[in-house]
């Protein structure tokens, strides 16, 4: 999705713009540009295409003694990926620049009006509206910031904005509402950014600006208003967790496979100082302020998207067997606009990598009235999601930067099975299982991952079907509905998941020689079921990769090809079996040579509805 960054301060701007919009590639988008001030000189250079394409132009024609810019990567939303339409846009008469994430929602009623009054727009953007709305508010006010204030209270919808004017060279103004934006504190300057990923090589020290907040962003202070309150409101800077190395490529030509190596470690992080086998003690410092609290919910309802929401699938299944404690998952986007009953007693649990899905902030706030309890399963540290929950647990996966979500998703289910095993408080049966078994997963995941060689052959071997089923039963079936998920945002395959009970009630009928179907049977108490069901599917000539348990003999007497996991709980399964798909998937795009880390047509981060 978008990608705001700029910086004020003593050295050339062009810089560490052009480094943040970088950072933020890994997020999607489709063009890119820059605004620079300097005594009164504006200059924009913008394209369609990766920031790359944009340093010719700039080093030919930049204006390196700027020490003030402002830069954006966009996302299409209104209007087609086009240089016109690229950010930073200006307001008719060229003297301010915006640059911004979101919707606005009311900008045809905002165009209609400033065209009457003689503006002229030259984008399809809805963008376009804020530099001239700022512009028609300056006419009466007395200063920038004033107008400014006034635009952006018009303005309906979601966003983060940058806006810069000519006459002020020593300024970035700021504001957001339900997209992102943080300012970083640095040695005599400032930044400011969409994500904290595009400034945290230069500065650790950030603040966030809330909904409703809009900031005056100077070389050496930061002046920050609470628009709704007409209040000033300071607070103090606050350190990024994430280590920077963390994010960056190393030895790995994707960062899809990085983030799949690196799931042993992902397990362990998200589990320490967590779980103790001493003592069996689970012990969750993020939930600990609303103990009390906990001890009333008869109901949590999951929201999320995407691979978080499968994730919730599977944290329904181990809350509801080990807790005891009714789960529903549902779609952030479907709850938003959901009439369901929802009393006191029930919790509302998030589950977000970035931390700045917009449905899932939206299922949020449609509960801020209720007097519920909103928890956060989050990874990203200060994200909007962790800071608008009562309480959570943060997952400590570490920067994720392959559009396809693979660690997050292993780190979320550890996390969902800790709050399983935290809400049962002892009681359950598999809570010393599970805990042992937690921390011994690490090694566990470890040798499945040496298997990566068998599974791309089995890549190679598959890649040019054009459709794919992906069944399981139990704990397999959120896994599968992962793994179809995986393959078709990378490999554009046709993927799709059933519960494996459902063959016969319809998917069977597309069952072919020319329909692979990847079947999960580890061993449990539904391994003879879905065994039947991969009978029926080779009495239909249908080729079938099984995920089998390790010493499973009859798996390997009717799947054509068979990938083994260690034996291990059924509940915790989904955290061997999703990696073997993942890589699966992962192998299939690279030799379909795809672009495996930037899927077409998807954003990291998906900051609008
Ligand atoms: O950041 P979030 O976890 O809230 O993101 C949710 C989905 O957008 C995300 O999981 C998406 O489905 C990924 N592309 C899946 O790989």
């Known amino acids: 999705m978008c990608g705001i960054v700029g910086y004020i301060g003593n050295s050339s701007a062009i810089t560490p713009v052009i480094e943040g919009l970088e950072a933020l590639e890994y997020r999607g988008y489709d063009s890119a540009g ?17 920031v790359d394409s944009l340093k010719p132009a700039i080093d030919q024609d930049g204006d390196k003694t700027a020490k003030l810019a402002i830069g954006h990567t966009r996302w299409a939303t209104h209007g087609v990926p086009s240089n016109t339409n690229a950010h930073p846009h200006q307001n008719t008469s060229g003297t301010i620049f ?30 376009e509206v804020i530099p001239n709305l700022i512009d028609y508010f300056l006419k009466a006010e007395k200063d920038f910031f004033s107008a400014f204030k006034l635009a952006i209270k018009e303005l309906e919808g ?63 202070k930061v002046h920050i208003e609470d628009l709704r309150a007409n209040i000033n409101t300071s607070r103090e800077a606050q350190e990024l967790e994430h280590d920077l190395e963390t994010a960056e490529l190393g030895q790995y030509e994707h960062f899809m496979a990085k983030e799949i190596d690196e799931g042993p470690q992902t397990i362990q992080s998200a589990s320490r100082g967590r779980l103790r086998l001493d003592g069996n003690i689970v012990k969750l410092g993020g939930l600990e302020s609303v103990e009390a609290q906990l001890k009333y919910i008869d109901r949590i309802v999951i929201v999320a998207c995407g691979t978080s929401y499968y994730a919730g699938l599977v944290g329904e299944y181990l809350i509801e067997e080990i807790a005891g404690i009714p789960v529903e998952v549902e779609l952030a986007s479907e709850f938003k606009y959901r009439h369901e009953p929802f009393s006191r007693s029930t919790a509302l649990l998030a589950i977000s990598q970035s931390g700045e899905t917009a449905d899932t902030i939206a299922a949020l706030k449609k509960v801020e009235d209720y007097g519920v309890l909103r928890l956060g399963v989050v990874n990203a540290v200060g994200s909007t999601i962790a800071r608008m929950t009562d309480a959570g647990v943060y997952c400590h996966a570490g920067p994720e930067r392959s559009v396809a979500s693979t660690k997050a998703f292993l780190a979320q289910v550890t996390v969902l099975a800790e709050i399983a095993l935290y809400l049962s408080q002892g009681r359950s049966l598999l809570y010393k299982p599970v805990l042992k078994e937690l921390l011994q997963l690490p090694d566990k995941l470890k040798t499945v991952l040496e298997q990566a060689e068998k599974i791309e052959a089995l890549a190679k071997k598959y890649r040019h079907y054009r459709d794919f089923l992906y069944i399981g039963r139990g704990y397999a079936y959120p896994s599968a509905l992962e793994g179809a998920l995986k393959l078709k945002e990378l490999s554009y395959i046709h993927a799709e998941a059933f519960a494996a009970g459902e063959m016969k009630h319809g998917p069977l009928a597309l069952i072919d020689e020319h329909f692979p179907t990847f079947a999960l049977i580890p061993d449990g108490d539904l391994l003879e079921k879905t065994l039947s069901n991969v009978q029926e599917i080779k009495a239909r ?58 899927p077409r047509n998807l954003a990291k981060s998906v900051t609008v509805e």
Do not use: C, W
């Open 34 to 50: 820059i605004t620079t001030i300097s005594d009164k000189k504006t200059l924009t250079i913008k394209q369609i295409g990766r």
């Open 98 to 127: 915006v640059v911004h994430n979101g919707i606005i929602e009311n900008y045809q009623t905002l165009r209609a009006m400033l065209k009457k009054d003689g503006y002229k727009f030259v984008s399809e953007t809805d963008t």
């Open 158 to 220: 979601a966003y983060a904005i940058a806006a810069v004017y000519a006459n002020d060279p020593d300024s970035i103004f700021v504001a957001r509402l339900s997209s992102p934006l943080v300012i970083g504190v640095g040695e005599s300057a400032h930044y400011v950014a969409s994500d904290a990923t595009a400034i945290m090589q230069h500065t650790k020290k950030v603040v966030y600006l809330n909904d409703y907040e809009v900031a005056v962003v100077k070389k050496a």
């Open 541 to 598: 000539s249908g080729p079938v990769i099984a995920i089998a348990t390790k010493g499973n003999k009859s798996v390997a007497r009717l799947a054509d090809d068979v990938i083994y996991i260690p034996p291990s709980l059924e509940q915790l399964q989904p955290l061997l079996m999703v990696p073997v798909m993942q890589l699966f998937a992962y192998y299939v795009t690279v030799h379909k040579q795809l672009d495996v880390d930037k």
